[in-house]
């Protein structure tokens, strides 16, 4: 069975830092780009940052430039979402996705372009 399992989230000062972890099965996780995405009460779900399935490319949405970085390790089908200088508004849950790719380069923005979801893990920043 494909599976993601998410994990890291938790309650952290503004200011402070969190590392999630996603550990994928199931599938060939090298095939796969991946992103991480957050959905905060009452908004859509929005893509935070994706990378490549060489690990080379990444994007990363403006308000997190700086303070978040994304990573992977193929060798442990894990992808990594490092956050510092946390705010109160990236309070949300957070899930991680893979994208099915042939270029081994290119990043997906698109959260339609992602077919496997993690469960989400809830992260909150308080003031």
């Known amino acids: 069975d494909v599976q993601l399992q998410a994990s890291g989230g938790g309650l952290v000062q503004a200011g402070g830092s969190l590392r999630l972890s996603c550990v994928a099965s199931?599938?060939?996780?090298?095939?796969?780009?991946i992103g991480w995405f957050r959905q905060a009460p009452g908004k859509e779900r929005e893509v935070v940052t994706a990378?490549?399935?060489?690990?080379?490319?990444?994007y990363l949405v403006d308000s997190v430039k700086g303070r978040f970085t994304i990573s992977r390790s193929n060798a442990k089908n894990t992808v990594y979402l490092q956050m510092n200088s946390l705010r109160p508004e990236d309070t949300a849950v957070y899930y991680c996705?893979?994208?099915?790719?042939?270029?081994?380069?290119?990043?997906?923005?698109?959260?339609?372009?992602?077919?496997?979801w993690g469960q989400g893990t809830q992260v909150t920043v308080s003031s």
């Open positions: 996705a893979t994208a099915r790719s042939d270029n081994v380069h290119i990043p997906a923005r698109d959260l339609n372009e992602y077919d496997y």
């Open positions: 990378l490549s399935r060489r690990g080379d490319f990444r």
């Open positions: 199931g599938f060939t996780f090298d095939d796969y780009a």
